[in-house]
């Protein structure tokens, strides 16, 4: 069964870093790879998608990266800012159905 | 317009009621999705249907009945709810296919919060 793993659970940094959430996969046998954002109290909205063929898709101040062969999706966050805290989640497609979510990272950026 | 509507946003019930939740997407999507979200923000996938067919049903309780009229909408209703029930549940939908086509995005709900007491 795929398992999903996101690190770390819970990050705070000061405004103005560069920072790297992280999420691992079992299976290799991967669609696609989507990341989400959810703020408190509300749904997921859609960051970046990486199709399997591809190694990386960019928006922004953030960069995807998808490494199936070690089973690994970087999320990269340039300049922070405290609009960018929410709870980061990542989540695989395999065979098209969207059945693993990771339990996110929950991401604070102080002022 | 809203590409994933759920209805209702908020819902708050006695144990051992029945009640429903209901979804649409505008989106042309074949494949839709209940989650839920526990107390601990844990996505867990409970149902996928593609073009009305059910196709994942990943051991949530027999209380728990979807039903799909159309491939636009996936209903969620629950029996006898409890109060291990109450959660956040998510609607979602993606259209399988070719992923060179943009296929397999996954568009979300803005979820329904169950306060079961």
């Known amino acids: 069964k795929q398992e999903v793993t996101q690190i770390p659970a819970a990050l705070s940094v000061p405004e103005g870093e560069n920072l790297v959430l992280n999420c691992s996969f079992t299976?290799?046998?991967?669609?696609?790879l989507q990341w989400f954002r959810q703020d408190p109290g509300k749904g997921l909205t859609s960051l970046l998608l990486i199709q399997s063929s591809q190694r990386e898709q960019t928006s922004g101040r953030l960069n995807a990266s998808l490494d199936k062969s070690s089973g690994r999706s970087t999320l990269y966050i340039a300049a922070s800012q405290p609009g960018d805290s929410a709870t980061y989640l990542c989540v695989l497609l395999n065979s098209g159905y969207a059945l693993n979510f990771g339990k996110g990272t929950s991401l604070l950026v102080t002022p | 317009d809203t590409a994933v509507s759920q209805t209702p946003k908020y819902l708050v019930t006695q144990m051992g009621n029945d009640k429903s939740i209901k979804c649409e997407q505008n989106l042309g999507h074949d494949t839709m999705y209940w989650y839920k979200q526990d107390s601990k923000k844990f996505l867990k996938i409970m149902f996928s249907?593609?073009?009305?067919?059910?196709?994942i049903n990943e051991t949530v309780p027999n209380r728990f009945s979807p039903k799909s009229p159309d491939k636009a909408h996936l209903n969620l209703h629950i029996n006898s709810l409890e109060l291990g029930d109450s959660a956040v549940y998510f609607c979602?939908?993606?259209?399988?296919?070719?992923?060179?086509?943009?296929?397999?995005?996954?568009?979300f709900g803005a979820g329904s919060r169950l306060t079961v007491l």
């Open positions: 249907y593609n073009n009305k067919e059910l196709i």
């Open positions: 979602a939908s993606s259209q399988l296919g070719a992923i060179e086509a943009g296929a397999n995005v996954l568009t």
């Open positions: 299976d290799s046998a991967i669609y696609n």
